[in-house]
């Protein structure tokens, strides 16, 4: 029946059905709120909620993993600073009075260790190895410069964690990094090593540094065969290698 009121008809519907295939909107279907607009699904936004934290950690552990191999070889043991052979930042040893070595070899006669039972133990042990090392003039020299002035070797804790050890320039002690408390303690001669070759000349010069790095390394070769060597000792075995070590070492602060 046709209208006589003069109102507009409304739009006829179509005829047809889509075919399956044909484009369609891709919201159909999909939640939608107050206002009509589309919603994310809920498992959509618990899965965001969840990935988030899972792939800050993967940031955080990508840099923690990459951050040692983006620091120089050279730079690994940086030049003096604060009145220590390496700069480390702030650093902490633990309140304890040191004691002798027990049963001293010849060349360890006045040296002392301190901090807990175990850890005197455990340095006592490290520097055990030295009493059976072929050390250079200069270095066996010092070693008993440290045992004429009572010096004491202890265990530390860094700002900077990945330096493995310094010493008042003076000579007075040698700082080890705490965490080689975990490791077989021979591995901890050779650093010992490193810092008397460093006192026995100017710790801020290049040459210096590499003859410390090159007794350190003849110390780490002399490890016993069943201790792996430390990454110290990879480091000082790579710097002594280089093809002009003593021009890295300059690249990263030294004279």
Excluded: K
Excluded at 113 to 121: L, Q, T
């Amino acid at each position: 029946m046709s209208r006589t009121d003069g109102a507009p008809r409304p739009p006829a519907r179509p005829s047809w059905t889509p075919r399956a295939g044909s484009a369609r909107d891709p919201w159909a279907g999909t939640p939608t709120g107050e206002l009509s607009d589309q919603v994310l699904p809920r498992w959509f936004v618990l899965t965001a909620l969840v990935l988030v934290p899972v792939a800050l950690v993967a940031v955080v552990a990508a840099f923690v993993v990459a951050g040692p191999d983006e620091v120089p070889l050279a730079a690994r043991r940086p030049p003096p600073a604060d009145g220590l052979t390496h700069a480390v930042g702030d650093y902490q040893v633990a309140d304890a009075d040191p004691r002798s070595v027990p049963e001293p070899c010849p060349a360890l006669v006045g040296v002392r260790v301190a901090g807990s039972e175990d850890d005197r133990a455990t340095l006592a042990a490290g520097l055990a190895p030295l009493c059976d090392l072929a050390l250079d003039p200069p270095v066996a020299a010092r070693l008993e410069a440290v045992g004429d002035a009572g010096g004491v070797v202890r265990l530390a804790a860094f700002e900077d964690t990945g330096v493995d050890v310094t010493a008042p320039v003076d000579g007075s002690a040698i700082l080890v990094n705490g965490r080689f408390a975990a490791t077989p303690p021979p591995l901890i001669g050779p650093l010992v090593v490193s810092q008397l070759a460093t006192l026995a000349g100017d710790p801020a010069t290049a040459a210096t540094a590499l003859a410390a790095r090159r007794a350190e390394a003849a110390a780490c070769a002399a490890l016993p065969a069943d201790v792996s060597p430390s990454r110290a000792c990879a480091d000082a075995a790579a710097l002594v290698a280089l093809p002009d070590p003593l021009a890295a070492l300059r690249a990263a602060g030294y004279r």
